[in-house]
C-alpha cells in the first residue's frame, strides 16, 4: 500500500511540474521527441549566485545573461552524450541566438582548453563559448549531479526547467519551446 501511495503522490507531482506555466507561456504542450525529458518546474527557482570562468578568464555569474532567455548546458570533454548533443545545441545558438536568447556551456571539471578546443572543432562547432567550471563549484550550487544537463532560465535569471541527459536542441519542438519564452518574455 506504502508503494502505491508513493507511486501516486510522485505521480501528481510530475504532473503539476511539466504542466507549470513559465511567466505565463505554457510550454509543455510544445514538448515531444527528447523534449518530454524536460521538467518545466512550476514557479521560476531562484538559480545560483556562484561564479564560473569565461574563455576570456574573467569571472561570469547568471546575472551577466541578465535579460536574455538562456539555455545552460553542463558537459564535459569526455562525455559521450555531450558530444552526440553539442551539434544540436551549435544549430539552436546559430537559429536562435541574439539578445533575447543565448546558449551557454559550461565544461564542467577538469576541462583542459585544448581539449574543449579539439572537442569543438572535431564538431564543426565555432558559435559556443569554452567557459569552464573547474572546480565544479558553480555546478554544484546548480545541483548539476551528472551530465549532461541543461537548465532553461528566464530573463530574471530563475530557472524555469532542466533537462537530465542529452536531447536534440534542434527538434521542432525544441526550438518552438524556445520561439514561445522568447515571444512571451
Not at 63 to 69: L, W
Request: aromatic residues 6%; proline residues 4%.
Amino acid at each position: 500500500m506504502r508503494i502505491v501511495k508513493s507511486a501516486v503522490v510522485y505521480t501528481a507531482l510530475s504532473l503539476m511540474a511539466n504542466a507549470a506555466v513559465a511567466e505565463g507561456t505554457d510550454i509543455s504542450a510544445l514538448r515531444s521527441g527528447d523534449m518530454m525529458k524536460l521538467t518545466i518546474h512550476s514557479a521560476p527557482i531562484s538559480a545560483s549566485d556562484d561564479t564560473f570562468t569565461a574563455e576570456t578568464g574573467e569571472e561570469l555569474s547568471i546575472s551577466d545573461f541578465s535579460g536574455q532567455i538562456v539555455l545552460m548546458n553542463f558537459w564535459a570533454t569526455w562525455c559521450a552524450p555531450c558530444r552526440e548533443e553539442m551539434p544540436s545545441l551549435s544549430a539552436l545558438q546559430s537559429e536562435l541566438g541574439g539578445a533575447d536568447f543565448a546558449v551557454v556551456t559550461i565544461a564542467t571539471g577538469p576541462n583542459p582548453a585544448p581539449a574543449m578546443a579539439r572537442f569543438m572543432d572535431e564538431e564543426g562547432i565555432d558559435n559556443l563559448p569554452l567557459h569552464t567550471d573547474l572546480r565544479q563549484q558553480f555546478a554544484r550550487s546548480m545541483g548539476v549531479m551528472g551530465l549532461p544537463v541543461t537548465v532553461i532560465l528566464d530573463r530574471n535569471g530563475q530557472e524555469i526547467a532542466r533537462l537530465q541527459g542529452d536531447a536534440d536542441w534542434a527538434s521542432d519542438s525544441a526550438r518552438a519551446i524556445f520561439a514561445a519564452l522568447i515571444a512571451a518574455e
